[in-house]
């Protein structure tokens, strides 16, 4: 199974996790400072920035761009609830 190598710049850690892993699962598991409410993508509590790798994630659903939309998110600006790691990259709370 391919890995990927994600950094959480709030905490300064870097992992390495399966490829299609939720970024909130991995957050949740090492203690990571991306907080969440729903899980689903409706609240937009999990919102963060990923600041390098941002094509190593999964393209945004349609329910995440909406979200992400109604709360005037920047342009780096994912749900971890709803992205799914590809390849490497760092992120940090929003």
Same mark, same amino acid.
């Given at each position: 199974?391919?890995?990927?190598?994600?950094?959480?710049?709030?905490?300064?850690?870097?992992?390495?996790?399966?490829?299609?892993?939720? @970024? @909130?699962? @991995?957050?949740? +598991?090492?203690?990571?400072?991306?907080?969440?409410?729903?899980?689903?993508?409706?609240?937009?509590?999990?919102?963060?920035?990923?600041?390098?790798?941002?094509?190593?994630?999964?393209?945004?659903?349609?329910?995440?761009?909406?979200?992400?939309?109604?709360?005037?998110?920047?342009?780096?600006?994912?749900?971890?609830?709803?992205?799914?790691?590809?390849?490497?990259? +760092?992120?940090?709370?929003?």
């Amino acid at each position: 199974m391919a890995k990927a190598k994600i950094t959480f710049e709030d905490i300064h850690q870097t992992v390495n996790v399966p490829a299609g892993t939720r @970024i @909130i699962e @991995i957050s949740e +598991k090492i203690g990571a400072g991306v907080i969440y409410g729903c899980r689903e993508g409706d609240c937009g509590t999990c919102m963060m920035e990923v600041t390098e790798g941002w094509n190593n994630l999964t393209e945004p659903s349609v329910l995440e761009e909406k979200v992400l939309r109604e709360n005037m998110a920047g342009r780096h600006n994912r749900l971890a609830c709803q992205a799914q790691i590809l390849g490497d990259c +760092k992120v940090k709370p929003a």
